[in-house]
């Protein structure tokens, strides 16, 4: 069994995460705060949303969390506000909550790159027919391929939390094609496969992914690590 680092390790690579690059808020989404509570209120409020984007940015997830629940109490019917509030519950692991906002944000705003994230918070509460139906859902969206990638990943550590690695890597490596610029969620799936692989004790195939990393981004999470322990 892996120490508890290497475990750590292998969520910070697998983990889906809503990718957002610190930004002014969306004057859309300030009018929607003016519209649900007045100008000067709703003013008030997108500066303190601002505040929690740039937190939630910045990984101060417990501030992002904090604002934006506050915010949710008065004006709960704005997507961006449930969206922030449920990404930072899920980077703080409360996996609940995490669902009950980012459902709440995707009725009022369809946003097929959150799906992963209640996938895998669904995951996290070991919901594994929910996570079936979300990954359906995903794939029947047909979002980029950096979503579907991230969808993948959930559904296949899922197969695996429950015992069926085997299936994990079929998910994993079905349709699978060598890409022609290896970006972010190809390392990602990368990882998956060598670990699931080294899991069912096929210390070849998983030299192969992890050396396929290495080679590409060396310092990738624990992927050196990884290797060593496989005896490269």
């Given at each position: 069994m892996r120490d508890v680092a290497s475990a750590a390790a292998e969520r910070a690579a697998t983990a889906p995460v809503e990718r957002r690059e610190p930004r002014p808020l969306d004057p859309d989404i300030g009018a929607e705060l003016v519209d649900a509570l007045?100008?000067?209120?709703?003013?008030?409020l997108?500066?303190?949303?601002?505040?929690?984007?740039?937190a939630l940015d910045r990984e101060r997830f417990d501030e992002a969390r904090r604002l934006a629940a506050a915010i949710a109490k008065e004006a709960p019917m704005v997507s961006a506000v449930q969206?922030?509030?449920?990404?930072?519950?899920?980077?703080?692991?409360?996996?609940?909550?995490a669902v009950a906002a980012l459902q709440k944000a995707q009725e009022l705003n369809e946003n097929p790159a959150l799906l992963p994230v209640i996938a895998d918070a669904y995951r996290g509460l070991r919901r594994w027919t929910a996570v079936e139906r979300v990954w359906d859902e995903i794939k029947a969206a047909s979002p980029a391929q950096d979503v579907m990638a991230e969808g993948r990943i959930v559904m296949a550590n899922s197969l695996a939390d429950r015992g069926d690695v085997t299936g994990?890597?079929?998910l994993m490596e079905?349709?699978?094609?060598?890409p022609k610029r290896v970006r972010d969620h190809h390392l990602r799936e990368w990882?998956?496969?060598?670990d699931l692989h080294d899991?069912?004790?096929?210390?070849i195939a998983a030299r192969r992914w992890f050396g396929a990393i290495a080679q590409t981004a060396p310092d990738f999470v624990?992927?050196?690590?990884?290797l060593r322990g496989l005896g490269r």
């Open positions: 007045g100008t000067q209120r709703g003013a008030r997108s500066e303190r949303l601002a505040q929690a984007s740039e969206e922030v509030l449920g990404l930072a519950s899920y980077r703080l692991g409360r996996f609940k909550p994990a890597i079929a079905d349709g699978r094609t060598p990882y998956v496969l060598g899991r069912a004790g096929d210390t624990d992927v050196a690590e990884r």
